[in-house]
């Protein structure tokens, strides 16, 4: 699948491991939840870099103190209804202080990318054929934001203060 | 009331924008209807059975004249000529055209409005008292708090995409106008001991498949934690809320599920965390810069008796009988607050035509009227009315065929649009409305009756409320027949209760028979002056259970 | 009879011989369920092609030319709302 990292394509270097794959011992991987607490000492050991895919009802506190040897989180949106994974991305950010990689997998819609963006989520998997511009016109199309997040944007309430007082 | 900046109308503008291309990608078929559908949602677009459905957002029912005007207009170019006025106090157009509607979205914005999540699975339109700023009984003008909460609540990244609707109201007074207990999270305005203004906010209400009255999860928030604790619920809701069956996705299944010892647990951990963070802390300047717009009209010093007012009172009986049932006290002396009954007789409840919505607009003109307010029980209220200008004012409203006078009567009936018009309905809902209408046309029993309502809904979604009338009713399919379940003694006030079902449904010709039937019961055997409700909840339901089925 | 909503406009319509069709009495009635299941198929391809959405089959009652769905809600579709007479279909003058 093609992945956008910081608004650009990039070449995934993460292997998904299904759960019966091999563990790589020379490459980064990313592999589910459920593996990795059955498997942890193994995908802790060695140097690769690793991460977890998990899905929309497991929350990223299920991690533990295992976050920080994480470089990559992966959420799911196992159809786009799903909007767990906007929480759990803030929650990886805030509560968590995770500040790796926090991937969006699964199916979303162009029309989520600018909430996952201030969500926390920093890289996209993204459908064979979709474009560069497309992902850049998401971020764009609305100017203003009421809301304080993660993604540190202005917010209407302060831009509203720096105006010169009339 | 609010105005937009440069920075509120510059994102309604984005979001025409973004809704064109929206639409133009589905014409295509860049997006398929499954992914186009939760766009359309949370712009406020059904397709219906005759055609799309726009809902217009009327953020906590407020509405200016240019406004009323350019929703005429609209109805005239793009509709059939009129409106209906719902539950939310939002405004409805039955007969959209999904090509035609980023134009219409464009239009509402020159008068600043737009139909942003009027639907879908985010947080909906805020509903507040609709005699705000105007009651007597008022302990804040809960439109502040209101337009704030609307802010932080439009195109929220983290809560676009929740398990169902969230719908949320603000009271600002002791009386409960807006139905709290029966939303999903509700914010009333209280003072503690000491005198303080704070918050205490419910969550875990709603109607639909499964009512609930919602419960406290907050009782006193102070005023510069109220976001950070709003959004504590949302995301304790976002997270936990099921997303396994439509059914059960609200979070009054979660609120109840959990209990309240563990709901409150948790937004707790999740408040403390927000409020530690301050990202959510809501200064007294910026509560105080909102405040502003809300401001009252000045009010002139006036007796609070009126002789214009008196004399029409003798002379004209219409005139008395409107006085009677449609001004509610205002708290400024010489001043009242008139509700526009937008239920006359054989019409549908809650429409209105772009010839009374221009009407109004020039009445308010006249009147010196700044703002109409749009009421949950889908009626219009003008909020501050001086007792002089009653008179002249009612000869208005009936040229316009907006005089009738039975605000809080029997015939002042809650009704959607049913099956006449959505999807989604089991049953028609308006002829019924009509039928009992009907059955209660005279004005002096309704006057013998007193404070009754009646709501009504044609499926399970309970639009039309009915699990909070003191009589409501149901419609549903049985075998490809209407018919409709009758239920008693429900209340969306400060005394809010769910009906209580009474048997089997009847059929579209027998259910306005068994709702007299069952008034009947009422007006034997009531004492004191009880209200329909009491004399129910005195009772119980065997007496009029019986009486219901007697044509049997 | 085959239902569909149209897309651009949400106009009810039924599929006819030779398409879609804005009132019902124009529309195709399918005595055999093959010829149904064929009209849904095509009624398929005409989603894809982002025409019309959610198409379905119904019953309809056929008295001396006359088609009555049996379904309420597909009357309703097919006439317009019951309490406004000078709206929908049924105020159209043919």
């Known amino acids: 699948?093609?992945?956008?990292?910081?608004?650009?394509?990039?070449?995934?270097?993460?292997?998904?491991?299904?759960?019966?794959?091999?563990?790589?011992?020379?490459?980064?991987?990313?592999?589910?939840?459920?593996?990795?607490?059955?498997?942890?000492?193994?995908?802790?050991?060695?140097?690769?870099?690793?991460?977890?895919?998990?899905?929309?009802?497991?929350?990223?506190?299920?991690?533990?103190?295992?976050?920080?040897?994480?470089?990559?989180?992966?959420?799911?949106?196992?159809?786009?209804?799903?909007?767990?994974?906007?929480?759990?991305?803030?929650?990886?950010?805030?509560?968590l202080g995770f500040a790796g990689e926090i991937r969006a997998t699964g199916h979303f819609l162009y029309d989520q990318i600018n909430f996952m963006h201030r969500?926390?989520?920093?890289?996209?998997?993204?459908?064979?054929?979709?474009r560069l511009e497309e992902f850049a016109r998401a971020l764009g199309e609305i100017t203003n934001v009421y809301q304080p997040s993660v993604d540190g944007r202005t917010t209407v309430r302060a831009l509203r203060s720096a105006l010169p007082r009339s | 009331m609010y105005r937009y900046d440069e920075f509120d109308a510059r994102l309604v503008r984005d979001r025409v924008e973004q809704f064109r291309y929206q639409v133009n990608r589905r014409l295509k078929g860049e997006l398929s209807e499954d992914e186009f559908k939760p766009l359309r949602l949370m712009n406020g677009l059904y397709l219906q059975i005759h055609a799309y459905m726009l809902r217009i957002a009327i953020p906590y029912g407020t509405l200016a004249a240019r406004q009323l005007r350019k929703l005429a207009h609209l109805a005239r170019t793009y509709d059939k000529g009129y409106g209906h006025f719902t539950t939310r106090q939002n405004l409805q157009f039955h007969w959209a055209k999904l090509v035609q509607v980023p134009d219409m979205l464009a239009e509402l914005a020159e008068v600043e409005m737009h139909c942003l999540q009027t639907s879908g699975n985010c947080i909906r339109n805020i509903s507040a008292d609709q005699f705000a700023g105007a009651a007597a009984d008022e302990i804040e003008d809960p439109r502040p708090l209101?337009?704030?909460?609307?802010?932080?609540?439009?195109?929220?990244?983290?809560?676009?995409?929740?398990?169902?609707?969230?719908?949320?109201?603000?009271?600002?007074?002791?009386?409960?106008?807006?139905?709290?207990?029966?939303?999903?999270?509700?914010?009333?305005?209280?003072?503690?001991?000491?005198?303080?203004?704070?918050?205490?906010?419910?969550?875990?209400?709603?109607?639909?498949?499964?009512?609930?009255?919602?419960?406290?999860?907050?009782?006193?928030?102070?005023?510069?934690?109220?976001?950070?604790?709003?959004e504590a619920v949302l995301r304790v809701y976002n997270m936990h809320g099921r997303r396994d069956n439509l059914w059960k996705a609200r979070i009054k299944i979660l609120a109840h599920a959990l209990g309240p010892e563990e709901m409150r647990r948790q937004v707790e951990r999740e408040f403390e965390e927000i409020r530690a963070s301050g990202t959510l802390a809501l200064p007294a300047e910026e509560l105080a810069r909102i405040e502003k717009y809300f401001a009252p009209p000045a009010f002139e010093t006036l007796p609070d008796d009126d002789p214009a007012f008196a004399a029409a009172e003798k002379s004209d009986p219409d005139f008395a009988n409107w006085a009677r049932t449609n001004l509610t006290r205002h708290r400024i002396a010489g001043y009242a607050i008139a509700t526009i009954s937008l239920k006359p007789p054989g019409g549908v409840p809650g429409d209105i035509s772009h010839e009374q919505l221009d009407g109004l607009a020039d009445l308010m003109d006249t009147f010196g009227q700044t703002e109409i307010r749009v009421s949950h029980e889908q009626n219009l209220v003008l909020p501050h009315l001086r007792k002089k200008d009653l008179p002249a004012v009612f000869a208005r409203l009936k040229a316009l065929g907006l005089a009738t006078a039975n605000a809080g009567l029997a015939t002042d009936i809650i009704c959607c649009p049913g099956l006449d018009y959505c999807d989604l309905a089991n049953a028609r809902s308006i002829p019924v409305a009509q039928h009992i209408a009907e059955r209660f046309a005279d004005l002096e029993k309704q006057h013998a009756i007193g404070e009754l309502k009646i709501k009504i809904s044609g499926c399970i979604n309970a639009c039309g409320h009915h699990h909070a009338g003191h009589i409501g009713v149901l419609g549903v399919d049985k075998k490809g027949v209407e018919y409709?379940?009758?239920?008693?003694?429900?209340?969306?006030?400060?005394?809010?209760?769910?009906?209580?079902?009474?048997?089997?449904?009847?059929?579209?010709?027998?259910?306005?028979?068994?709702?007299?039937?069952?008034?009947?019961?009422?007006?034997?055997?009531?004492?004191n002056g009880e209200r329909f409700l009491d004399t129910y909840r005195r009772l119980g339901m065997a007496p009029f259970k019986e009486a219901a089925y007697a044509a049997h | 009879m085959l239902t569909a909503s149209r897309l651009r406009d949400g106009e009810a319509v039924w599929l006819?011989?030779?398409?879609?069709?804005?009132?019902?009495?124009?529309?195709?009635?399918?005595?055999?369920?093959?010829?149904?299941?064929?009209?849904?198929?095509?009624?398929?391809?005409?989603v894809q092609a982002n025409l019309v959405v959610n198409p379905y089959l119904f019953e309809v009652r056929v008295n001396e030319g006359r088609i009555t769905p049996i379904k309420e809600k597909e009357l309703i579709r097919s006439s317009g709302p019951s309490i406004h007479a000078n709206l929908g279909k049924q105020a159209r003058h043919v």
Do not use: C
């Not at chain 2, 983290?158 to 009271?171: G, H, Q, T, Y």
């Not at chain 2, 205490?200 to 499964?210: N, P």
């Not at chain 2, 306005?512 to 034997?524: P, T």
């Open chain 1, 1 to 95: 699948m093609p992945l956008i990292k910081n608004g650009v394509f990039v070449d995934d270097p993460y292997a998904k491991l299904g759960d019966a794959d091999p563990l790589p011992t020379d490459r980064p991987f990313v592999l589910s939840l459920a593996r990795f607490r059955k498997e942890r000492d193994q995908v802790l050991a060695g140097n690769s870099a690793r991460g977890i895919q998990l899905k929309s009802d497991e929350s990223p506190e299920a991690l533990g103190h295992d976050l920080p040897r994480l470089s990559v989180v992966a959420l799911e949106f196992p159809k786009f209804r799903d909007g767990r994974a906007f929480s759990w991305a803030r929650m990886l950010r805030t509560r």
């Open chain 1, 119 to 130: 969500t926390g989520f920093d890289a996209f998997e993204v459908p064979d054929g979709f």
């Open chain 2, 146 to 230: 209101a337009e704030i909460i609307r802010q932080w609540s439009t195109l929220h990244p983290e809560f676009s995409f929740l398990p169902r609707k969230f719908k949320i109201a603000v009271s600002g007074s002791e009386h409960d106008r807006t139905a709290l207990k029966f939303h999903d999270m509700a914010v009333q305005i209280v003072r503690n001991e000491a005198g303080e203004i704070g918050y205490r906010v419910y969550a875990g209400g709603g109607m639909g498949r499964t009512p609930y009255v919602g419960y406290a999860v907050g009782d006193f928030i102070a005023r510069n934690d109220i976001l950070a604790f709003l």
């Open chain 2, 484 to 527: 409709y379940q009758l239920q008693l003694g429900g209340s969306g006030a400060e005394d809010a209760s769910i009906g209580d079902i009474l048997g089997p449904a009847f059929g579209e010709h027998e259910i306005a028979g068994a709702v007299e039937r069952v008034v009947d019961v009422y007006l034997a055997r009531r004492v």
């Open chain 3, 16 to 46: 006819g011989k030779s398409g879609w069709v804005e009132v019902i009495a124009n529309g195709e009635i399918f005595a055999e369920p093959s010829s149904a299941e064929a009209a849904l198929r095509r009624a398929e391809a005409d």
